[in-house]
């Protein structure tokens, strides 16, 4: 069955560069979060599209911003990146009904040196 | 607040006990709860979920209790096998002003001991 995909798996930026994450969730799934986690963390929330609508927006920083595309493909931009934003960031989609599991991408992860 | 939390970070078992993961949630308007599997360098994994008005719900070689009255939620694992070596997580979902949102605990390390 076919999976959220996320890319890159693997990504290197420096200091206040710019990234753009993608994801392509389940098809026919129209509602697709984003979830940061640093090490021996947990997935914490920063945003999640309803049919190309922000449904709810979690501890998202302002220097990141995301959209959802007609596709219903979604990018994270993130800009002027710090040394914290170093962290795996998965995507997951879900059909958009209440009480359905998320399914989660296997991440991207980031790394800002 | 808005929280999930797991009572034990760690937890080992020998090869072919079972396991028991906790997990206590915070929101009683919470209505739907989700165990998640996590291995090295891949994203949660679904393993079994359970609406509020279930109190158990069993799966392959899983059981997910519901404890409503004191928000506790527990995964139980059938003879643990070296493959459920893994980090778990709880998720619970709860409605924020209209929309739903997906709220994890903090993680609960499973080791199988050979």
């Known amino acids: 069955a076919a999976g959220v995909i996320q890319s890159p798996r693997h990504l290197i930026k420096e200091k206040r560069e710019t990234a753009t994450l993608k994801c392509y969730p389940i098809?026919?799934?129209?509602?697709v979060y984003w979830y940061q986690q640093g090490p021996g963390q947990d997935p914490q929330f920063l945003i999640s599209?309803?049919?190309?609508?922000?449904?709810d927006k979690g501890s998202i920083p302002d220097r990141f911003s995301a959209q959802q595309f007609s596709d219903y493909h979604s990018e994270l931009n993130m800009s002027s990146l710090e040394l914290g934003d170093s962290a795996l960031y998965f995507c997951?989609?879900?059909?958009?009904?209440?009480?359905?599991?998320?399914?989660f991408g296997n991440g991207t992860r980031l790394t800002v040196t | 607040g808005e929280s999930v939390g797991l009572h034990l970070p760690t937890l080992s078992v020998q090869e072919g006990d079972n396991s028991i993961i906790n997990c206590a949630y915070s929101?009683?308007?919470?209505?739907?709860f989700i165990w998640y599997k996590q291995e090295s360098g891949k994203g949660p994994q679904f393993i079994i979920d359970?609406?509020?008005?279930?109190d158990k719900r069993q799966g392959q070689r899983v059981t997910v209790l519901l404890n409503k009255t004191v928000k506790h939620l527990s995964l139980q694992i059938a003879a643990t096998q070296p493959g459920d070596s893994a980090v778990y997580f709880c998720?619970?979902?709860?409605?924020?002003?209209?929309?739903?949102?997906?709220?994890f605990g903090t993680g609960t390390r499973l080791k199988v001991l050979a």
């Open positions: 599209f309803y049919e190309k609508m922000q449904s």
């Open positions: 359970i609406r509020s008005n279930m």
């Open positions: 998720a619970e979902n709860m409605d924020t002003s209209g929309t739903y949102k997906y709220i």
């Open positions: 997951a989609s879900s059909p958009g009904q209440h009480n359905s599991p998320l399914h």
């Open positions: 929101n009683s308007a919470s209505d739907y």
């Open positions: 098809p026919r799934h129209d509602t």
